[in-house]
């Protein structure tokens, strides 16, 4: 076993701290990764505190991992050592089902294995990328591009590909008025995707001071949600709003600004359930759907468009001791736009 | 002006009575049609008792129309007397937004008019087809085939392109699992479109007793939703859900039969909002749609199919003494599956 340190949860009640636990040894198709850097997303936060399901404990959370390969199994293909790689949300799936065969791992009929707060198919345990290495087989491991920040590469693991997968779904582009919904970790990334992908990009907010920083990230307009007057001037007007928010919203008032066939795309998870009325998807033919991350080749490509763009995330790097203030400033919305550790700190 | 006579409801708190009022007179566009049946849509009682919205009284309902031309405007181009003519759930719309020059009239963007508990462009209300005759603009009259047997004909008007119009927009056909939620007067007509479009139709129902009846109009299966081992059996399979269901229900069990990527469409309306959860949508790129009927070039291209391929609703044909034990009935599911009022009752 290898010997490995992180930050865990040891009880839904009890904060994060230093602790040391055991990775599987390196298999014939698995590669080891030292972490160099790892996104704090707010889903993590939502699994220590049991907001969504009780969770399996102790919990390392993490899933926008960077970092090096430092070993390799006596299989590997795709990776030597020295490489850059990254690992996102997934390290296993059953990979017989349709969903698998299609790239779809996200979706694996079968159970996918989460990153963390879940069950490898030996029973144990995953600990996330609050953490100096991981091990996973090579499938679940991503290649990164050494032109770009590996700090700033982090959060495409999760935000990047959460955002990017539901837009390259239903093509969003060229002639399409994008709205995006709450600009934070996800929701700037849905920006930079947006104006990349040719869209006209507007950027819904209840907070005015943010319409500066939403134009610097490339969106074409600001839209003040509680301004009733700017609600109105915009209402039937989107084709596409991406829905990053993950407290409790009131999705009927967005659906009014969809216009005929706009689709309202959830990737942000609030805990309560959406209160929708029929009127609101009948009176237009809309749609509200939902998308989780995405598949491994997806990931890939979303990585690789990525390096090709010149496209990171915007990141505050974090001391892992400071993992608590971020959280409080994270449910603030007080980041822009997204903390992540270096694990140097560790 | 032209004497009518009809049914109406006073208030929302009366039943509906015998009641006399006035139409128009025919302008030069427009045709004058004797009703001689009119279907009866569970939308009548809900708008009569105010379940929606506060409606305009008194209300004579009715958007099922079907009879004879009887006289046609200076202009009129699409009809002659004696022409059998259908009216739907619309007689106006802007005609200059881009939904109504799409054909889109249901979703005029500067409020299209109903048929009845609406007000016209002159500011007056209109009056649905529980009553002698209609005064309607011939672009909003459909013309219907002698072929079918008339009174049959007349629910295809609302119930017949609910259901076409979500199954053509989404292209439903061939190869695809589509299952239709609610076998009433909408339901029925959705198992014969997906039939007749090739999809392979099964119907979900709580009612063991409806399994033949299921089966005699063309499904292919049927799901008994209350029996745990029937819903588990059909769990991530469908790829569209017609969900026809006007009462309240929880979708979020519906959305665990679609597969990845598949589409719960709503065309009823229940009064109070739909509680889903982001976790039913995300967990398979999920979509929760509604269609609203259809515009009228797709009502016409609707009732076109419908004569080549020869369906038509199935009906019990009423007095319109009967209405208030035919909305018990309908209220119940003791009905096969449309009532269709015999307008020589009246």
New interface residues.
């Given amino acids: 076993m290898i010997a490995s340190k992180g930050y865990a949860a040891q009880t839904p009640q009890s904060d994060l701290a230093a602790w040391t636990f055991e990775r599987r040894e390196v298999g014939a198709h698995d590669v080891q990764i030292n972490i160099q850097f790892c996104g704090v997303c707010h889903s993590d936060l939502h699994q220590i505190k049991n907001d ?1 399901f009780p969770g399996i404990f102790p919990m390392v959370p993490g899933h926008e991992i960077v970092g090096t390969i430092v070993k390799i199994g006596s299989d590997v293909k795709k990776f030597k050592n020295g490489d850059l790689a990254g690992v996102g949300c997934l390290v296993d799936s059953c990979r017989t089902c ?2 698998c065969k299609e790239g ?1 791992e996200q ?1 694996c ?1 079968n159970h996918s294995v989460g990153t963390y707060n879940s069950k490898g198919k030996d029973g144990l345990p995953t600990y996330g990328g609050y953490s100096n290495n991981i091990v996973v087989h090579e499938d679940f491991a991503l290649h990164l591009s050494d032109k770009l920040s590996l700090a700033a590469t982090a959060p495409l693991l999760c935000a990047g590909i959460t955002t990017y997968s ?1 837009l390259r ?1 239903w093509k969003v582009g060229k002639g399409h008025k994008l709205a995006i919904l709450g600009l934070g970790g996800l929701g700037h990334m849905g920006v930079k995707f947006g104006v990349a992908f040719g869209a006209e990009v507007t950027v819904l907010s209840t907070s005015p001071s943010k319409e500066k920083e939403a134009k610097a990230l490339g969106a074409h307009n600001f839209v003040v949600t509680s301004d009733l007057a700017q609600v109105a001037a915009v209402k ?1 007007s989107f084709d596409f709003i991406l829905d990053t928010v993950s407290a409790k919203h009131d999705i ?1 008032l967005y659906l009014s600004l969809l216009r ?1 066939n706009g ?1 309202h795309i ?5 805990s309560e ?20 991350i995405g598949g491994l080749p997806e990931t890939q490509e979303m990585l690789d468009f990525c390096a090709k763009h010149n496209i990171v995330s915007d990141i505050e790097l974090i001391n892992i001791k400071d993992i608590h203030q971020s959280y409080e400033r994270m449910l603030k919305g007080d980041v822009r736009y997204r903390f992540v550790i270096d694990m140097a700190t560790l």
Avoid: E, M, Q
């Fill in positions: 969504w349709d969903n779809l979706y009929s539901p779904f039937g009927n005929t689709i959830c990737v942000g998870a609030p359930p959406h209160s929708i009325s029929a009127f609101s998807l009948l009176g237009g033919r809309k749609s509200v759907a939902g998308s989780g």
